[in-house]
Nanobody
């Protein structure tokens, strides 16, 4: 499996960014996908999740500002981030929620795999 996140960068407070994540080597459409973030000196936290049929869940801190979406045909999951705040500064990761098996048959427990994240920096 490979998860490749992109779209991070430097933005001023109040601005917007759109993150994308491409998944390879796994039955993408069957899995719940999520965006997570880790700020310096903080633990990694869930930002948003989306089920295979599009049901979403958000952390309270991003509700009304962030929108998660997915394209099962393209094996991608995106995170539209609006009204960004300095507190949103973190490395953002996409991941498959829960245990899964990739196309090679390898079994991953929840959080066994983390792809390379993308850095989002929000200046005040």
């Amino acid at each position: 499996v490979q998860l490749q996140a992109s779209g991070g960068g430097l933005v001023q407070a109040g601005g917007s960014l759109r993150l994308s994540c491409a998944a390879f080597g796994v039955a993408f459409s069957r899995n719940v996908m999520g965006w997570y973030r880790q700020a310096p000196r903080n633990q990694r936290e869930m930002v948003a999740t989306i089920t295979s049929d599009g049901s979403t869940n958000y952390a309270d801190s991003v509700k009304g500002r962030f929108t998660i979406s997915r394209d099962n045909a393209a094996n991608t999951v995106s995170l539209q981030m609006n009204s960004l705040e300095p507190e949103d500064t973190a490395v953002y990761y996409c991941n498959i929620v829960g245990p899964f098996r990739d196309y090679s048959g390898r079994y991953y427990r929840e959080n066994d795999y983390w792809g390379q994240g993308t850095l989002v920096t929000v200046s005040s």
